[in-house]
């Protein structure tokens, strides 16, 4: 079992100061997720306006790998035209579900590729996604309101 | 201070015993011996478990109590005799207040369902009460809720101590003529606390209240004589007293057994069906619908005897004295923090603890590449978690086969995830 390959410093690092960290205003949705198994909860928001994910803010409570990739996710979308971060969610799902045989591209997930290792132990993927479907649930109510009140 | 500097009172003769499972001479990836500490997650199985189950398919497979061949007969007589020796194992009256079930949430469920569906004394309404704890297995707390819910009636539990045992100042108020069933845990899984059952059991029945008692984590640690405890109703599972999986029990008294109504319908709890109606059987078999786990139950059979032959006390001294070294050790590992009794009195084998700085995945992660099992956590008792203000927790958990070797491969591991992860 490689530890190290698990646990990179770039995680290490998310996990001791997350970015983007904390909930903000304004935002268009929050959701709550849990991982019922360990228990592992993420409270998130988004804000989008017009095509682009304007903000993503959360409150987190989870082990290394659940806290340090809802920080990457931050990193990673915040910024992005929706479309773009759809298909950055995508790859990263990809990662996480390919048990560790899928070779991460780098300019598109960015400190992402470090959870290449995690990929390999198939009771922390769950972790490792939680903020993430957070995400994708968070944004699809944000567009689905946005395109309401259009 | 480590066993080879000082001798613990009440061991086992544990080399001889771990050369009955044979999983625990198994090397883990990269070589590592096991150091198997989640036993009250499920126990490993001895040999004698193994070839008991295997025996019965090999040579004895059939229905029970339907088939007039002689694999019928012989299955039968087996699943039979297993009752016999759950009955004994527990100090059951009678062999017909033995029902099989799947496991221990089954039970409870079989329990609360009933309940449900109880009319005459037993029947719960409007304006009734439920107590439960509030430190409950998730199996002993759902099937509450979903029956209060559905009858109107009105779910209540003890609250906790800072100590983790609960809190039975308002007892009085709790339990009152109102309160038609309080059902608690014997032995919590996460806090190890063992709860006064038959002082809870006395004011209960004053007010006419049913009992019943979580017994998953008491049977598999503790000698057990049901008819001394006070409850009404016991559940527990075959899997974690080295029995297979999908096999429980559940104990009723007589008369309460008689007072239910039928839980699943089908083939063997019947005494006869026409096309409008039918008629049930006595317990046991009321309540055992359909083709019950019958090599399972052959192999709880096959767990007790080898449970008995070492003898209970003897199990119970050498938990006791496990889980008061390990106690000890734990509470010199800097950052840690024990969640429930922090002293081996009144306190079964599974602690539960906090490690600062590092979540209990993390620490699990980290055991688990040394080759030591433990669980992390809400150990499906999220209430009692929520009650000590955490969200999770990692659990060590011991039984006969456990050695102080393994509890201070723990404490070093602990240290070794506190350097991994820089905490102090």
Redesign the interface.
């Known amino acids: 079992?490689d530890?190290q390959a698990?646990?990179q410093e770039i995680i290490?690092d998310h996990y001791k100061s997350p970015h983007h960290a904390g909930l903000r205003e304004p935002f268009d949705a929050e959701v709550h997720h849990v991982n019922p198994?360990?228990?592992?909860?993420v409270t998130l928001r988004v804000h989008v306006e017009g095509d682009l994910v304007s903000d993503i803010s959360y409150d987190a409570?989870?082990?290394?790998?659940s806290?340090a990739s809802t920080s990457v996710l931050a990193d990673l979308l915040i910024g992005k035209r929706i479309e773009d971060a759809n298909g950055i969610h995508q790859k990263f799902v990809e990662l996480m579900q390919g048990r560790g045989k899928i070779e991460p591209d780098e300019d598109v997930l960015e400190d992402g590729i470090a959870f290449a290792g995690a990929a390999k132990?198939p009771a922390?993927v769950k972790?490792a996604l939680l903020g993430w479907m957070a995400w994708k649930d968070a944004t699809a109510q944000a567009v689905t309101s946005a395109e309401a009140t259009r | 201070m480590t066993v080879e500097t000082t001798a613990l009172q009440g061991l086992l003769d544990v080399e001889r015993i771990r050369a009955d499972f044979p999983i625990l001479a198994r090397r883990l990836?990269?070589d590592r011996p096991l150091v198997y500490l989640d036993s009250a997650n499920t126990s490993h199985k001895p040999q004698q478990v193994i070839d008991a189950l295997s025996e019965h398919y090999a040579m004895h497979n059939a229905n029970v109590a339907r088939a007039v061949h002689q694999l019928g007969a012989e299955a039968t007589a087996a699943f039979e005799e297993s009752r016999d020796k759950v009955a004994a194992f527990i100090g059951a009256p009678s062999r017909d207040e033995v029902i099989f079930t799947k496991n221990a949430s089954e039970a409870l469920n079989l329990v609360a369902n009933t309940l449900a569906w109880a009319r005459g004394a037993l029947e719960i309404g409007d304006g009734d009460e439920v107590v439960i704890t509030e430190m409950e297995h998730h199996s002993n707390i759902v099937p509450w809720q979903l029956l209060t819910e559905r009858k109107g009636a009105t779910l209540r539990w003890f609250g906790l101590t800072d100590e983790g045992r609960l809190d039975l100042s308002n007892i009085d108020e709790l339990i009152n003529e109102r309160t038609k069933v309080v059902s608690l845990t014997w032995v919590s899984n996460m806090l190890g606390t063992i709860n006064p059952i038959a002082e809870i059991a006395r004011r209960a029945h004053d007010v006419g209240a049913l009992v019943v008692v979580d017994a998953s984590q008491a049977v598999p640690q503790l000698p057990v004589d049901v008819a001394a405890l006070g409850a009404d109703l016991v559940a527990f599972t075959g899997h974690k007293l080295v029995g297979p999986t999908g096999i429980g029990v559940l104990w009723g008294r007589s008369e309460v057994l008689e007072a239910l109504p039928p839980f699943l319908g089908g083939g063997e709890m019947i005494e006869t069906v026409t096309m409008a109606r039918s008629t049930y059987a006595q317990a046991p078999h009321k309540f055992e619908a359909g083709t019950p786990p019958i090599a399972q139950a052959v192999g709880l059979g096959a767990a007790i005897d080898y449970l008995s032959a070492i003898g209970m006390a003897k199990v119970a001294a050498h938990e006791q004295a496990i889980t008061a070294y390990a106690l000890t050790r734990l509470r010199e590992v800097g950052g840690l923090t024990i969640l429930g009794p922090a002293e081996a009195v009144d306190r079964g084998g599974a602690i539960s603890f906090e490690l600062e700085g590092v979540?209990?995945?993390?620490v699990s992660?980290?055991l688990?590449?040394l080759g030591i099992a433990v669980r992390?956590?809400?150990h499906c008792a999220?209430p009692a978690?929520h009650r000590f203000g955490v969200?999770?927790s990692t659990r060590a958990s011991f039984y006969l086969y456990t050695t102080p070797a393994e509890v201070d491969a723990l404490i070093e591991g602990l240290d070794q995830t506190k350097r991994?992860?820089k905490v102090a």
């Open positions: 079992m530890l698990l646990y290490l198994t360990c228990g592992d909860e409570e989870g082990c290394s790998i806290q132990f922390r972790c | 990836d990269g979540h209990p995945h993390d992660q980290i688990d590449s992390a956590g809400h999220k978690h969200q999770s991994f992860f």
